[in-house]
């Protein structure tokens, strides 16, 4: 019993990670029905931003520990700092990249997508070169434990951040004005634009807010793993797709759920059964559950087309 | 208008997409253009004596950039230095020679597609008589094949999967020309090397219940099962054996799984840039962080170290060669690398040093066979196949039948406080 709930931890950590990730995916799929394939790099950016600010903040992978509301102030000023980085970036990308394509055929866009996600790996690539960095993990890791199982500093912030970020993005959604702009661009985009709604500036707020966030998991990959590494943003990319998929795409609440179901299999196939069958079993979940409903879990949230 | 732009931007993207790729290949040929530089270079001071005979070239095709530059790099230099002390002695008068390096890392890692590459582009160019490589074990198999087809000698500094000459893999890959062999080594085989590993280990370190993991590479999963095999035939007991999976970031729930069986000792078969030190970075998060950590020469290097960071301690591995700090012979090799380089030569830099001179003097055997004209590829080969007790910087060794040096030398280092300490070597050379 204990190892199955350590094994849930495990899970629930990584699993935060790629639901953090499927925000970005799952928002601007259900404004724009674009499948963000960037999406994936801006998470490793957000990891590569952080350690380029830790660096200009002193703080080196020398495994130095700052403890105290000292190591706290930096941590929080460095996820706050890489996140609006990220937050620009993303609509840097859109102004470019995604704004003039808006309306040719969709496969345009999908390849610009597939194009930037190169543009930025082959940045970062030539940044910090072709291997495993390190990132700095300055804050002290004490270990709690109780009836067997044991939970670091670590992997609570993981499971802390990433669902205080998805509650904030919740009430955000819903209980905002530009929260309101945005469901209302994802309905229907020349509706909202009748109503006095720039789509423009909503849809730029939507990958803002999702590159932010792709940011913040950028941070908390980074102080989980120890490390970082220009490709890493692929695969973290392709499971947060599959989990955006899975919950419903365009669906909020949907893909945190997938998220973290995503995590929990991968964990708990490589405790029964084996750490080498983990992306079968994920994906051959994936196509059952498209098979048997193919709109996800929780129902896809698209803009009605007549 | 707004089509034009549309248009532009379209190829302005996928330029950018591509340059991706591109940026690979520059990258590789900038340091192959350096290092022909540093070999120009080298040339250039004996040019002059030599009266600029006829260029020979030899291929080094080693992974150099990213997570395998670490080893591979300083693997290099020993070739390139072999080349350079060449052409100063005049070992084979008449005749200059030229190391022609091409990366077969991609995106940082080993690559055989790339090596393929390599080994073609070697193969186009008449002046390349033999190459010094590969690296990686995986790399050899797609290699192999391609110089036995072109009958151009490949002499691999440090792979050591087995199957690379002995078995019927072997008789496979050399399919055009079966009983031409075209490939060698200067390196042992994992078939001594993880039972020389699971020995020391067992005898030495007191441990008895291992859980082994390995990255399903030709190299990584051949090393693991036979350090598995041989620890299970000493009396240990095995716990379990994963297999991880190629760019995996997130080891946690296996490391949990290889906790809750309380090994007192985790082997990973495989190399850094596949997940060696990764592993090893989370191991203390799941409770595993005081449990020694032991494996072969993929993850003797120092992104091993880099990666592990302050959990590289307690972690033993063997090389497949001897150190060449103890030997003698290798005295002025050490030292006149330490001069050409400023920096300590590596696991495999003395192997790659033999690998080419051993290379050099089949050549100058070919040419003297040839009456003083530039030998053919055959002629050269003919000449490795005949080595027999070459005097060597890594020890006196022949070549046997299959292409596998006679001289199995197993060393043990240990990583301490970041970095690796030598602890002793073995010497197998009666074993079968």
């Known amino acids: ?306 | 208008m707004h089509r034009r732009y549309i248009i532009a931007l379209t190829l302005a993207l996928i330029a950018a997409g591509c340059s991706q790729q591109s940026s690979q290949t520059s990258s590789s040929t900038s340091t192959s253009a350096s290092s022909a530089a540093t070999s120009a270079a080298a040339t250039s001071g004996t040019t002059s004596n030599a009266a600029g005979g006829t260029v020979i070239k030899i291929g080094v095709d080693l992974p150099v950039s990213g997570a395998d530059a670490s080893i591979g790099v300083p693997t290099q230099y020993g070739a390139q230095l072999a080349v350079k002390q060449a052409n100063e002695k005049h070992l084979v008068p008449g005749f200059t020679f030229e190391a022609d390096v091409l990366d077969d890392a991609v995106n940082g890692v080993h690559d055989p597609a790339q090596g393929a590459k390599n080994i073609q582009s070697f193969g186009a160019d008449p002046a390349v008589l033999g190459v010094v490589g590969p690296f990686n074990s995986n790399v050899a198999r797609a290699e192999i094949p391609l110089s036995n087809s072109l009958q151009l000698a490949l002499i691999s500094p440090s792979n050591t999967n087995p199957t690379l000459t002995k078995g019927p893999d072997a008789v496979a890959m050399r399919k055009d020309h079966p009983d031409q062999i075209a490939y060698f080594r200067v390196c042992t085989t994992d078939d001594i090397q993880g039972p020389a590993g699971a020995a020391y280990e067992y005898t030495k370190l007191h441990v008895k219940n291992a859980y082994v993991v390995d990255d399903n590479e030709t190299y990584g999963k051949g090393v693991a099962d036979q350090w598995e095999g041989a620890f299970k035939k000493l009396g240990g007991t095995s716990l379990g054996h994963d297999h991880i999976t190629k760019g995996q970031q997130d080891f946690h729930a296996l490391l949990t799984r290889i906790a809750n069986t309380h090994p007192d000792i985790v082997f990973f078969g495989g190399n850094s840039s596949t997940g060696g030190g990764l592993i090893r970075k989370q191991m203390p998060d799941a409770g595993l962080g005081s449990v020694i950590y032991a494996g072969a020469d993929g993850i003797s290097d120092n992104q091993f170290l880099q990666d592990a960071g302050s959990t590289a301690d307690n972690v033993y591995v063997t090389v497949a060669s001897v150190n060449a700090a103890k030997l003698p012979a290798a005295a002025q090799f050490l030292k006149d690398y330490q001069a050409e380089y400023n920096q300590p030569v590596g696991p495999y830099s003395a192997n790659a040093y033999t690998a080419a001179m051993v290379m050099i003097r089949a050549i100058g055997e070919a040419v003297k066979a040839n009456g003083g004209k530039a030998p053919t590829r055959e002629q050269v080969l003919a000449q490795l196949r005949m080595t027999k007790d070459f005097p060597s910087v890594i020890g006196t060794f022949s070549f046997d039948a299959n292409g596998d040096t006679t001289n199995r030398i197993i060393s043990i280092y240990e990583a301490v406080k970041g970095k690796w300490v030598f602890v002793t070597q073995q010497n197998f050379a009666g074993s079968p």
């Open chain 1, 1 to 306: 019993m204990a190892i199955f709930l350590q094994q849930l931890i495990n899970g629930i950590a990584q699993g935060g990670m790629y639901a953090l990730i499927a925000l970005g995916y799952t928002m601007v799929y259900g404004i724009v029905e674009l499948i963000n394939f960037a999406h994936g790099d801006v998470f490793t950016l957000g990891s590569f931003l952080c350690i380029a600010i830790l660096a200009l903040l002193g703080v080196s992978a020398s495994g130095q520990i700052i403890a105290g509301w000292q190591g706290a102030l930096i941590a929080l000023l460095v996820v706050v700092l890489a996140a609006l980085l990220c937050g620009v970036i993303g609509v840097l990308i859109e102004r470019f990249a995604y704004r003039r394509l808006r309306n040719a055929p969709r496969l345009a866009p999908l390849i610009t997508a597939i194009g930037v996600s190169f543009l930025l790996q082959g940045v970062m690539r030539n940044w910090k070169g072709p291997s495993e960095i390190s990132f700095p993990q300055f804050l002290p890791n004490p270990t709690f434990a109780f009836g067997g199982v044991h939970i670091d500093l670590r992997e609570l912030l993981v499971v802390i951040v990433s669902i205080l970020m998805m509650v904030a993005l919740q009430f955000f959604i819903y209980n905002t004005k530009l929260g309101k702009a945005m469901r209302a661009s994802a309905q229907d985009r020349d509706a909202a634009s009748l109503m006095g709604i720039n789509v423009n500036t909503t849809i730029a707020w939507t990958f803002f807010i999702g590159s932010a966030l792709a940011g913040v998991a950028g941070f908390i990959s980074g102080m989980y793993f120890g490390t970082t590494m220009f490709t890493n943003g692929y695969q973290a990319g392709l499971k947060a797709f599959t989990a955006a998929v899975l919950g419903g795409i365009g669906n909020i609440a949907g893909a945190m759920l997938g998220g973290f179901l995503i995590g929990i299999v991968e964990a708990m196939t490589a405790q029964y059964i084996s750490d080498q069958w983990t992306n079968v079993v994920v994906f051959s979940i994936l196509v059952l559950i498209l098979v048997l409903r193919p709109s996800g879990l929780l129902g896809e949230q698209l803009p009605e087309k007549v």
